[in-house]
């Protein structure tokens, strides 16, 4: 019996592990991250939240990622269509009349890029949802395109070592 508890105890240690994102901190991702906006960004990491800058790249973008958790039924309303990216987008409009939603593929995670003009500039952010885990990539540059550009590359350079499989 007590052999049987032990393994048990094994599993759900294991399945703990296998809830959410592979990745908990973002120190080991600077370079990588850095990596993705050019050579001549500067970085500023900590285990949950990684600030970029690069003013000689295209559009002089910022961006900031951040990890945290969201455990309100989002994510599952998402996966279930109880919520769809129409009504995201509907919300996000009524934010901000520019806004525009487009789905970001994530593996295994539910994401999404919002992007929307300000000011004299415009911002892009993606958000990444698996099991409670949260991640936003939030870019501000001077135009949309460049802001929406920061954010996929750096996406697409970073997620699949985040999210995992």
Partial sequence: MRC???ILCCFWSQ????LGF?????TPLTEEARAALGKDATAQAQPFQLMLTCPACDGAPTVALQLGRLTDGTEGRIRSGKT????LETM???RNPDCRLTTLPAGPAVAWITSYAFGTGAGATAI???DGDLLTI?????DRG???DTVLRVAQKLLPRIVGR
């Fill in 146 to 148: 460049a802001a929406e």
């Fill in 84 to 87: 769809t990216m129409a009504a």
């Fill in 22 to 26: 592979t990745v908990h901190d973002l």
């Fill in 92 to 94: 996000c409009l009524q």
């Fill in 15 to 18: 399945a703990a592990f296998a």
């Fill in 128 to 130: 990444v949802l698996r």
């Fill in 4 to 6: 049987v508890v032990v």
């Fill in 138 to 142: 939030d870019a501000r540059s001077i």
